[in-house]
Structures are given as structure tokens and as C-alpha cells.
């Protein structure tokens, strides 16, 4: 699988359904998102979809402990890969959802104690919605995605993140509406606990950076 491969995607087929954001301030009848409520978006459905990511490396483990299997064979030391294919869905903060399915790489060392998930899917956003202060901020929308995810005995290890572009319709409990594409790349730390989003949504510039203690979706607070 081709890493980042979200760069080489046509642009001018990701902006089919975009609709400009021209201005800073958004208020009612103003049919944009401020700078504020694009980056909200972005990191509201970034960690929707980096907390299936996490269950995913959490429901496949080393392969087998140390030693033998559970017929008493021996087992080899080589790192063993396997192919998979999930099916996962996520709730977003304030309500709705964000669908993943895809397949990807799973390969498993017990000689290091590392389990390493490479991946590649599709997405689906339903009535995921944020709040912003007096405003809630509600999208439905298609996109595709790549990940990566490492744990080393047991614990993230190493930057986890993922890219991803689509397109979604949103609507603002103010009464603006509109269509969108969007393009994101997300890093998470987890020796400095940071998580990074930058790319654009909106024809906004996206450059976030906030606090994910557990993960990279921030556990139950996702």
C-alpha cells in the first residue's frame, strides 16, 4: 500500500462539490464556515475516524505469546503478516456518526513485541455534528482514507496517523448551509500526546493542534 497517496488525488475532483469560503466572520444568512467552525469540523470528524482506527489495532493483538502455541509447536520468530478487512462505526461528539470499512496489513513480531496496522477504506459521515459556543455545526458526506497504527509491548509507539479527502453537505442551526471538499493529514504523538491536523476544509487553512492523553481518537472522548 502506497502511503499519502491522498496527495496525487485530482484536485479539481475534490473541489466538484466545494463552495467558497471567502470570509473570516460568518454569521446567519452568510451561506460559509468561519475559520473556527471549518477547523471544528476537521477535528471533530478526525478523531471520529481515528477512534475506529485505534479499535481496530486494539482488537488484533500479537498473533500468539511467546514460545509455543496452544498445541505445545514452537513458533517461528519471523514477523507474521496477515490481510484483514473491518467494518466500524464511531459516534461523533455531538451526535451522529462516522462509518469506516476497508482492509489493510496487520503484522505482528513477538520478537520486538510489536504489532504494526497499515490501511486503506472508505467513509461515511451521518448527522455528524459539532457545537461551537451557541452553534451546532451538522455534516453528511463520502470520503476515502489511509492509516497507520504501532504499538510496541503493548503501547503506542511512534507517530499514528492517517489522510484522508471526500467531500460532505453541512448546515449550521443558524441557518447556513452549504457543500464542501475537504483534505487532511493527522499526527498524533503519543510521547508528547499532541495530535496535529493540517490540510484544508472549506477552502479554509486547517492547523490545529490539541491534547490526546490516551490516543489518537482520544478514548470515550472522542
Known sequence: ?????????????????????????????????????????????????????????????????????????????????????????????????VSASGSGTHTADRETRTVTLDFEGSKTITDCARARGDIVITIDGQGTFEGHRMKVNGQYSGLQTNDSAGSFSWETSDGRSGECSYELHVEWNPDTHTKTVTGFVCDREINRTVTRDRSAGGGDDA
Open 1 to 97: 500500500m502506497v502511503r499519502n497517496s491522498w496527495k496525487g488525488m485530482s484536485l479539481a475532483a475534490l473541489l466538484v462539490f466545494a463552495t467558497a469560503c471567502s470570509d473570516d466572520a460568518a454569521g446567519p444568512g452568510s451561506a460559509n464556515l468561519s475559520v473556527q467552525e471549518a477547523a471544528d469540523v476537521a477535528e471533530g470528524v478526525v478523531d471520529a475516524l481515528d477512534g475506529i482506527l485505534d479499535g481496530e489495532i486494539g482488537a488484533r493483538p500479537l498473533v500468539a505469546p511467546d514460545g509455543a502455541n496452544e498445541s505445545g509447536i514452537a513458533l517461528s520468530s519471523v514477523p507474521v503478516v496477515t490481510e484483514f478487512s473491518w467494518n466500524r462505526s464511531r459516534e461523533c461528539r455531538n451526535g451522529g456518526t
